[in-house]
């Protein structure tokens, strides 16, 4: 089975913080992605990763940055922390064969900002 | 115009009914599509994707799929209160994956 693990279940910061997320994936996937999730907007893409050391920005890169240094790890870098990041943050690897691909979604970690 | 869009609900339904949760998309190129349900407090994980213009069956779960009409659905036959769930439809048009905003579902017993 697929494990994608979060470092994080729940995350209590405060404003100007800088934040670190972390995702492992055990299955040698080459893609992994960085949603948030709010209610009423559904899951919104911040940054993904074709390939270590690659990263494109997704829909809301603003405020985050990201690591790819080992194919199995990603991290979401918040630079300094503001309530409006506060969030459910979902990250998710797949194994890229094209149109055929699925996403596998770690268990999350509810960031709360104050 | 959003990628995938599904009415939010909430959908109520009987326990023992069926549910049909549906979903549209906008670009003709998309190849592949995905349900993913979601409990309250929960990750996405993955019931059913489906390729091919039809319908296709696992279990109490049946995924449809008109390319022509960019329609998928999900029917979900003899609903039980543990289906009681956010379904998000997702569509992978090959250069990336966009989710619809879930709908929600609520069995009663």
């Known amino acids: 089975d697929v494990k994608v693990t979060q470092s994080s279940r729940y995350l209590v910061k405060r404003t100007g913080e800088k934040v670190f997320l972390e995702c492992v994936q055990d299955m040698d996937h080459e893609n992994m992605f960085w949603y948030r999730q709010d209610p009423g907007l559904g899951l919104r893409l911040i940054y993904f990763s074709y390939d270590v050391k690659m990263k494109e920005k997704g829909d809301i890169p603003e405020g985050y940055s990201v690591s790819r240094e080992k194919k199995e790890r990603f991290s979401l870098i918040l630079e300094s922390a503001s309530t409006n990041q506060t969030s459910m943050y979902l990250c998710a690897s797949s194994q890229w064969t094209g149109w055929e691909s699925e996403q596998f979604f770690g268990p999350g970690t509810r960031l709360t900002v104050l | 115009q959003k990628e995938v869009e599904q009415n939010s609900g909430p959908l109520s339904v009987p326990e023992g009914a069926i549910a049909s949760l549906n979903c549209t998309y906008s670009d003709r190129g998309s190849q592949s599509f995905f349900w993913y349900r979601q409990y309250s407090g929960k990750s996405p994980e993955l019931i059913m994707f489906i390729y091919s213009n039809g319908d296709k069956e696992d279990g109490r779960f049946t995924a449809q799929l008109n390319k022509a009409s960019q329609y998928v659905s999900l029917l979900i036959r003899d609903s039980q209160p543990s289906d009681s769930a956010t379904y998000l439809c997702?569509?992978?048009?090959?250069?990336?994956?966009?989710f619809g905003t879930g709908t929600s579902l609520t069995v009663i017993p």
């Open positions: 997702a569509v992978n048009t090959g250069n990336q994956f966009y």
